[in-house]
């Protein structure tokens, strides 16, 4: 049995998961596999936090979040995207096309369509039904592992054993207008070191962008820490702030260069996927709040 290729993501997204490593196994690159495994998810219209079908903004539009990192340390991004289903591929567009890192809004949008892709409505009838009933109360309490947390993060290893990843999402359901959270965020919502290992993060994204939680993962396993230890360390740097992680829910995956991999949660409920050696399995993370 080989240890690689490897790929792993957030949450129960087995066909996105399993994109990936039939990519890898072909000697797709690590970063061409990312993007076409998150790519299921962003075209799944049923995943209301990714892509077409994500949950719009409070004020009706629907506006995406990626970024992409590759094992050379390049990386891309694209903020705040509207009508554009495939960000992630946009942030690798990004990345390889300007002379940039991050686009954001209007600017993104056009970039996009000069590099053919396709304009598409994002907001489906069922999510514009289901706005149109949180307008009738307009509370805004983020739901822990529900509604606002299905986020697809990526970390794959190619072949060679090396390393890339995708983070993609629509972000918090009815969040304000023009908000941006950690996912497209290097660092925060994702960051890889080929030499060291990557991290993802999907949850509450202002807490991770406060903490540089995927960078910090990353640096911790330099210094030593096992992935497992890594994730721990980084949810408690949240936790320890107070009681406020009582109502929202962070949680990290990631990999170091041996293929190990951790994960760890505020809450109950987070699950990854790890295809290795063919078999595409579901795991259950451990948590804090006990
Ligand atoms: C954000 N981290 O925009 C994302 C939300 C998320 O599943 O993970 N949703 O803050």
């Not at 970063?31 to 719009?56: Q, R, S």
């Not at 809004?105 to 000069?114: C, D, I, L, Q, W």
Request: charged letters at 25%; glycine letters at 12%; a negative charge.
């Amino acid at each position: 049995t080989s240890k690689f290729p490897i790929a792993i993501c957030t949450w129960g997204f087995a066909e996105a998961n399993a994109k990936a490593g039939e990519a890898l196994s072909n000697n797709s690159s690590a970063l061409d596999a990312a993007i076409e495994g998150v790519a299921v998810e962003e075209e799944n219209i049923k995943n209301t936090t990714v892509g077409k079908g994500g949950t719009p903004d409070r004020d009706g539009n629907v506006t995406l979040d990626a970024c992409v990192m590759n094992s050379d340390g390049d990386c891309g991004a694209v903020l705040c995207v509207e009508n554009i289903t495939n960000v992630a591929a946009l942030a690798k567009k990004v990345m390889e096309d300007t002379p940039h890192v991050m686009l954001a809004g209007k600017g993104a949008e056009e970039f996009a369509y000069a590099q053919g892709f396709k304009k598409e409505e994002l907001l489906t009838e069922a999510s514009k039904k289901a706005w149109e009933k949180w307008k009738e109360t307009s509370k805004y309490k983020p739901i822990i592992n529900i509604e606002n947390h299905d986020t697809i993060g990526m970390l794959t290893m190619d072949n060679n054993g090396n390393m890339a990843g995708a983070c993609t999402t629509s972000g918090l359901g009815y969040k304000m207008k023009g908000r941006i959270g950690d996912s497209p965020i290097i660092g925060s919502g994702l960051f890889i070191d080929n030499k060291i290992g990557g991290a993802v993060a999907t949850g509450m994204g202002e807490e991770v962008v406060k903490t540089v939680g995927s960078f910090l993962i990353v640096e911790l396993m330099r210094q030593g820490k096992s992935p497992q230890e890594a994730c721990e360390e980084a949810i408690s740097r949240i936790v320890s702030k107070g009681n406020r992680y009582k109502d929202f829910q962070i949680a990290y995956l990631a990999m170091n260069k041996a293929g190990d991999i951790g994960s760890y949660c505020i809450h109950k409920g987070f699950t990854y996927m790890k295809y290795q050696d063919g078999k595409n399995e579901q795991n259950q993370s451990d948590y804090y709040n006990k």
